[in-house]
Structures are given as C-alpha cells and as structure tokens.
C-alpha cells in the first residue's frame, strides 16, 4: 500500500479529526483512560452512546462492510487514516462480536430476513452479541464441540454447555455453534445457530478470572427452542462460516493501532518517573528494550497493513491472521508488563483496594486501568484460539508442513 498522504489524504485526514475533537474531546478521553472502572459490560455512558451515534449518523459506524449495508467507499490508505487517529484517540469501539466478527458472516452467508433484521442493529449497536463456540470439553479441538440441536418441525431443540462465553451476561442474543449431525469427520454435521439470550431454557452462570473480572461465562442451554429461519446458511456447514469468522476475530485481537497507543504511553510514563536525578527513559537498559518492542511492533504493522489491504479488496484475511494473532498478543502483553514495571511500587497494588473513598491513586493517574488491563490480557494469547494453536495453523496453512 502507498502510504504517501495526497492533499485529498490529508483533507480526509483534517476531517476525520475535527469529528474525533467533536465527538470524543480531551476530556471525555482522558476520562476514561485513567478511569478503574473496567469495561467488563457494554453498558453504555452517554459519552461512549453520542460517539456511536454520531458515527451512523455521519455514516462512519461500520467503514468496512459493504457499502449497501452502511459501509464506506473510502480508498485502503483513508481506512488507514481512519484507524490510525481513532486509535490515537482511544475512541470506543463497537462491540467486535457483532460488527467484527457476526457481520461478515450474516452479509456473505445470511438470508435477506436475517440481514434486514439484525445488521441495522449492530451498526447501531443495539443488538448486544456473545460468542458461543468453546465448551467445556472442546477449546482447542473445537470440531469435538457437543452441543445438540435436534429439529422438530421448524425449530431446533438446543442442549449442552457453552464456556468462557464473553459477555453473555449482557448479550441481547448469542451466534452459536451446534452439532446437528455426527459426521464421519468432526468438521462436518456442526451448524451455526442465532440464539435469543431471553429464550427460556438459558441459564448464564459467571466465571471469575484474573484479576476478579467478570467477563466470562459458563451458558447452560436445556431443551432451547431455536426457530430453524435462525440458521446461517446450510445446515452441517457451520464449520465454514465458524472459520471465516475466526479469521476476523484473530486479526481484530492483534490489536496492532492499540498497542502503538500504548507503547507511546509507555514512553511518556518512563520519562514521567524520576530515577537517580533523571527520569527512566535515561536508562539505557529500559530504552534498548522499549526500542526492541517498537521495531517488532512496526514490522507487524507491514504485515496488518498487508492483510487490510487484501479485505479493503473484498477479501478475507487467510491464515497470516494466525501471525498477526501471535505477534500482536505477544507485544501487547510485554507493553503491559514493562508498563507495570515503569509505575514501580505504584503498579503493584490493585488500586481499588488501596483507594480511600473518592481519592484518586498515589502517582500516576493511568495507573489504575493498567493491572487490570494487564492481568486480562494475559488471557489474549488464550481466546480466539490459543497461540500454540495459531502456530500449528502456520505450519500447515502457511508452511505447508
Ligand atoms: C478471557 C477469555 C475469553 C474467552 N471468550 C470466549 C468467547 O467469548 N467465546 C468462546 O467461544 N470462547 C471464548 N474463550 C475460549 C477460548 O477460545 C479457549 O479458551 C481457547 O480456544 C483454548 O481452549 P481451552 O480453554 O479448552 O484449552 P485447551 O484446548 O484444553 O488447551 C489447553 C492448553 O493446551 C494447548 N494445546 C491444546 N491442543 C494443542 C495442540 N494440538 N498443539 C499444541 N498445544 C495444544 C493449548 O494451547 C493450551 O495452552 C475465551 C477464553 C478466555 C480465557
């Protein structure tokens, strides 16, 4: 991709800015970014409902889905332009289980009632979604997953238990695999299934992680009645659209515009802290290693930018995702930790436990998101499937080992 900004680049660029500044000011973003208040559900605040807002109106919610469903014509090197300062400014994002991830099966594979009903409300973000593929006997194996539908007359009657399902404690509705057939290959006989999370028959129990978050969970599906017009696509073909869909999750965790964000936050932060007359950036040792995270992380930028540029497109990411999930987790967790490392004795409580009514942390006010934001991503190299896994995908998809 050309990355060279044209005078038409740089207008766009002014644009996308000045909205940003309207929509998501200084304050509303510092707010946030030193706020302990961990996004553990997606109830919105109204700072976070007038951006979403805005964006559909200005029609910007969704810049990559086709243009008939509320994408964007813009060029490979405006969406670039597009990420790049809405990650600089750390405005929220929508919820990637329905515009990342659901979307792009609903518009390839979905019917027309499918599409009419759910895309509009995901752009707006008014259809909270969960993901229910792993269970407790299949994570890694997904394909050994157990959860049955079985059909009768035109519904399907769902039992099994779904785990570590993100946010199904506030999901409106989950997209689900299930197994409607027991093939000769696991791969076949799975299909994927539309669940109204109000359906009785579902129970949502938490699960606690590092950290003491809640934002897993364990769904008990008992005798769940699904209308069959809430399958996508062919029945016993889940596992296709599951796949696709997980090629947009892992590109999405690489989180490639965030980690720049926090690597650049990271190095305020060392300048910031006094150490023997100077600051922590004089520390050649601690310099070398932040230089070393930002070239690793600049190279898997090129790689991004090469994957985007094949979905800009009309393609999909292939299996380079699986790299970019393994490289984009693996920098992401050493920012956090060296993060850690530069707040010192500040970073070691958990700050809410050291906090005294409404004061705020001793030292550096970023500090309080930051060790819960670093004790959860420990699991990044774990959900959308684990990085060993992701280097298995390499060696066959990629190596042709
Ligand atoms: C915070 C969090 C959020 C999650 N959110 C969701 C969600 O919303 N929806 C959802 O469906 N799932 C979700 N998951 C589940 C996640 O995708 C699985 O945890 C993951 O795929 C690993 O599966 P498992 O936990 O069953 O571990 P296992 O499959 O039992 O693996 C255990 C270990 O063995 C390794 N291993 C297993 N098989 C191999 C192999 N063949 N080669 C090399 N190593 C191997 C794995 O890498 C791992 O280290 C989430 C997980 C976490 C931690």
């Given at each position: 991709m050309d990355l060279a900004l044209t005078d038409a680049d740089l207008a766009f660029q002014a644009e996308v800015r000045e909205f940003i500044n309207?929509?998501?000011?200084?304050?509303?973003?510092?707010?946030?970014?030193?706020?302990?208040?961990?996004?553990?559900?997606?109830?919105?605040?109204?700072?976070?409902?007038?951006?979403?807002?805005?964006?559909?109106?200005?029609?910007?919610?969704?810049?990559?889905?086709?243009?008939?469903?509320?994408?964007?014509?813009?060029?490979?090197?405006?969406?670039?332009?597009?990420?790049?300062?809405?990650?600089?400014?750390?405005?929220?994002?929508?919820?990637?289980?329905?515009?990342?991830?659901?979307?792009?099966?609903?518009?390839?594979?979905?019917?027309?009632?499918?599409?009419?009903?759910?895309?509009?409300?995901?752009?707006?973000?008014?259809m909270i979604w969960c993901q229910g593929y792993s269970e407790p006997g299949a994570g890694s194996d997904l394909a050994g997953l157990a959860t049955r539908a079985v059909r009768e007359g035109d519904e399907y009657v769902v039992n099994g238990t779904k785990l570590w399902t993100s946010g199904a404690h506030v999901a409106d509705w989950m997209f689900c695999l299930v197994r409607t057939e027991s093939g000769a290959k696991k791969q076949e006989g799975i299909s994927f299934l539309l669940i109204d999370m109000k359906t009785p028959g579902i129970t949502v129990n938490p699960v606690y992680i590092l950290g003491g978050i809640h934002s897993v969970n364990e769904v008990e599906l008992k005798d769940v009645r699904v209308p069959v017009e809430n399958l996508v696509g062919e029945e016993n073909k889940g596992w296709t659209y599951a796949k696709g869909l997980l090629t947009h999750e892992r590109t999405g965790?690489?989180?490639?515009?965030?980690?720049?964000?926090?690597?650049?936050?990271?190095?305020?932060?060392?300048?910031?802290?006094?150490?023997?007359?100077?600051?922590?950036?004089?520390?050649?040792?601690?310099?070398?290693?932040?230089?070393?995270?930002?070239?690793?992380?600049?190279?898997?930028?090129?790689?991004?930018?090469?994957?985007?540029?094949?979905?800009?497109?009309g393609g999909a990411p292939g299996p380079e995702s699986s790299i970019l999930k393994i490289r984009g987790t693996?920098?992401?967790?050493?920012?956090?930790?060296?993060?850690?490392?530069?707040?010192?004795?500040?970073?070691?409580?958990?700050?809410?436990?050291?906090?005294?009514?409404?004061?705020?942390?001793?030292?550096?006010?970023?500090?309080?998101?930051?060790?819960?934001?670093?004790?959860?991503?420990?699991?990044?190299?774990?959900?959308?499937?684990?990085?060993?896994?992701?280097?298995?995908?390499i060696s066959k998809a990629v190596l042709g080992l």
């Open positions: 309207t929509y998501w000011p200084e304050d509303v973003r510092r707010a946030r970014a030193t706020s302990s208040r961990f996004e553990e559900s997606r109830g919105h605040s109204p700072e976070v409902r007038r951006w979403i807002d805005a964006l559909n109106e200005r029609g910007w919610a969704v810049p990559n889905w086709p243009q008939e469903w509320g994408g964007t014509d813009w060029n490979p090197t405006q969406k670039y332009i597009w990420d790049k300062e809405t990650a600089k400014a750390e405005c929220p994002q929508l919820s990637a289980f329905g515009a990342r991830m659901l979307a792009p099966v609903l518009y390839t594979w979905g019917t027309d009632a499918q599409k009419n009903e759910f895309l509009p409300k995901i752009r707006e973000e008014r965790i690489a989180g490639v515009a965030r980690s720049e964000v926090q690597l650049a936050r990271l190095k305020r932060i060392a300048q910031e802290t006094g150490m023997d007359g100077g600051s922590l950036w004089d520390d050649p040792a601690f310099r070398t290693r932040v230089t070393e995270l930002e070239v690793d992380l600049e190279a898997l930028s090129v790689t991004e930018l090469r994957v985007l540029a094949q979905v800009a497109q693996e920098i992401g967790q050493a920012i956090a930790m060296m993060t850690i490392e530069a707040f010192g004795y500040y970073g070691m409580p958990y700050p809410e436990q050291t906090l005294i009514d409404n004061e705020g942390p001793i030292g550096n006010p970023y500090v309080m998101p930051t060790m819960k934001g670093m004790l959860y991503g420990r699991a990044s190299s774990i959900f959308g499937g684990s990085n060993e896994i992701q280097k298995n995908i």
